[in-house]
């Protein structure tokens, strides 16, 4: 690094973090922004992530999926009228993967090895019910990358890949998981966080 650019690693490191301050500051002139104010405190010196916040627009809370050094990855319920914080359901969630909330249901994908093949593993799609508390798998032995719920929280989409490394959009039933169509992929190319619009 030092042969080719002339600098050290902490070098390049610090001149790349003054460059992009002064490009994010550069940004913020005449920038016109909304008041904020803090939700969630911190009460310990771990840090904690609270990744992919959504509201659920029936309840009006803020549901994010929360990690860190001292938290496995779980869902949490944000109060942000009384600060408070309700856990809902952890499991062998990826963090690096978002979920989806639409009329208090909640669905993301999570990891399930194989019992047999232990080199083995799918990804399936979870469903949690926030009003009943009541969570289930809707899908199995499913390669799925990413699901979002329709805003009436009756379909999900989905990224599905095969072990060939085809992509498609499929459109599935949010009440058991079962593909409604699937969305035709020529070009195959690789589809990331779908999304539903609002009509």
Same mark, same amino acid.
């Given at each position: 690094?030092?042969?080719?650019?002339?600098?050290?690693?902490?070098?390049?490191?610090?001149?790349?973090?003054?460059?992009?301050?002064?490009?994010?500051?550069?940004?913020?002139?005449?920038?016109?922004?909304?008041?904020?104010?803090?939700?969630?405190?911190?009460?310990?010196?771990?840090?904690?992530?609270?990744?992919?916040?959504?509201?659920?627009?029936?309840?009006?809370?803020?549901?994010?999926?929360?990690?860190?050094?001292?938290?496995?990855?779980?869902?949490?319920?944000?109060?942000?009228?009384?600060?408070?914080?309700?856990?809902?359901?952890?499991?062998?969630?990826?963090?690096?993967?978002?979920?989806?909330?639409?009329?208090?249901?909640?669905?993301?994908?999570?990891?399930?090895?194989?019992?047999?093949?232990?080199?083995?593993?799918? @990804?399936?799609?979870?469903?949690?019910?926030?009003?009943?508390?009541?969570?289930?798998?809707?899908?199995?032995?499913?390669?799925?990358?990413?699901?979002?719920?329709?805003?009436?929280?009756?379909?999900?989409? @989905?990224?599905?890949?095969?072990?060939?490394?085809?992509?498609?959009?499929?459109?599935?039933? @949010?009440?058991?998981?079962?593909?409604?169509?699937?969305?035709?992929?020529?070009?195959?190319?690789?589809?990331?966080?779908?999304?539903?619009?609002?009509?």
């Amino acid at each position: 690094v030092r042969q080719t650019t002339g600098k050290s690693p902490l070098k390049i490191y610090e001149d790349t973090n003054q460059e992009l301050k002064a490009l994010w500051e550069a940004q913020l002139q005449g920038l016109k922004t909304t008041p904020a104010k803090r939700i969630n405190p911190r009460h310990t010196t771990a840090y904690t992530n609270y990744t992919y916040p959504q509201i659920d627009i029936s309840s009006g809370h803020i549901i994010a999926l929360k990690y860190g050094m001292d938290t496995v990855p779980l869902f949490v319920v944000l109060d942000h009228q009384q600060q408070k914080e309700h856990l809902t359901i952890s499991g062998n969630i990826q963090p690096g993967v978002s979920f989806s909330v639409a009329q208090n249901q909640l669905v993301w994908i999570e990891e399930e090895k194989d019992l047999w093949r232990k080199d083995h593993s799918y @990804a399936v799609i979870k469903h949690y019910d926030l009003s009943t508390q009541q969570c289930k798998t809707l899908t199995h032995k499913s390669r799925y990358g990413a699901a979002a719920l329709s805003p009436d929280a009756k379909e999900i989409v @989905a990224i599905e890949s095969d072990e060939s490394y085809n992509h498609q959009l499929v459109i599935l039933d @949010a009440t058991d998981g079962q593909v409604l169509r699937r969305l035709p992929n020529p070009d195959n190319h690789f589809y990331f966080a779908p999304r539903w619009s609002a009509d």
